[in-house]
């Protein structure tokens, strides 16, 4: 009878440490609520770099993202709330442009310098959208570009500096190629397939790589990839 009664009092011995050993384990701290945010240079490397700054306390004057010529950067997250953002060139904190901007949780903005000046936009994906749209911007020097999507001309003759967006593509895969005729006069040809399943929103780069050479770039926009 003893035997029994030390093997049951040693079953809520076991049950009650257990229980109070769970009970103290901290529980897991909630996800922190962020925006997205991301810095383009599309302007020659003899413009200089630049760089989005923090003018908003705390921490005043924070770099958040330096940019360098043709930098395509990916998202880069910020907590939710309203930020004046200054552009400036490196090396020089009077502000090229400011922008105020409320970031909201998952809402995605792109701050792009181009030939046309410094602008913001948002990206956030419309989550009702039942089409695709890119975004066709053409930053290589002296080109002039036309897009087909799929079977589809959907761009003729968009010229340096300049941007078209193209709306109402179907959701699913579709073959973007880009085609240009540059200052050598040598026609140049690319192309990519993207899956607006995967993202609604997405953008061609038309922009030359480190060696000057046409290397378009394909990216979604509103996704931190």
Do not use: H
């Not at 009664?5 to 909630?30: D, H, N, R, V, Y």
């Not at 907590?79 to 953002?85: D, E």
């Not at 001309?153 to 193209?166: E, F, H, I, W």
């Amino acid at each position: 009878m003893s035997l029994r009664f030390c093997t049951l009092a040693s079953s809520a011995f076991t049950l009650l440490f257990a229980t109070g050993f769970a009970t103290a384990e901290p529980s897991p701290s909630p996800t922190p609520k962020v925006g997205f945010v991301r810095f383009w240079d599309m302007l020659p490397a003899p413009n200089g770099s630049f760089e989005v700054r923090k003018t908003t306390p705390p921490s005043s004057d924070e770099v958040l993202i330096t940019g360098s010529a043709y930098r395509y950067s990916s998202y880069r997250d910020l907590p939710v709330g309203k930020y004046r953002l200054a552009i400036t060139k490196k090396g020089d904190a009077a502000p090229l442009k400011l922008f105020d901007v409320d970031l909201k949780q998952d809402s995605y903005f792109t701050i792009l310098i181009s030939p046309r000046g410094i602008e913001m936009f948002e990206d956030t994906e419309d989550v009702k959208a039942t089409t695709g749209t890119l975004s066709i911007r053409n930053f290589f020097p002296g080109s002039t570009v036309a897009v087909q999507a799929g079977s589809n001309s959907v761009v003729d003759a968009l010229p340096y500096g300049q941007s078209q967006q193209v709306t109402g593509l179907p959701l699913g895969r579709t073959r973007i190629t880009v085609r240009a005729k540059i200052t050598n006069g040598k026609p140049v040809e690319t192309s990519a397939e993207l899956d607006f399943k995967d993202g609604k929103r997405a953008t061609a780069l038309i922009i030359p790589d480190p060696y000057g050479r046409f290397r378009p770039r394909f990216t979604f926009d509103g996704k931190n990839q």
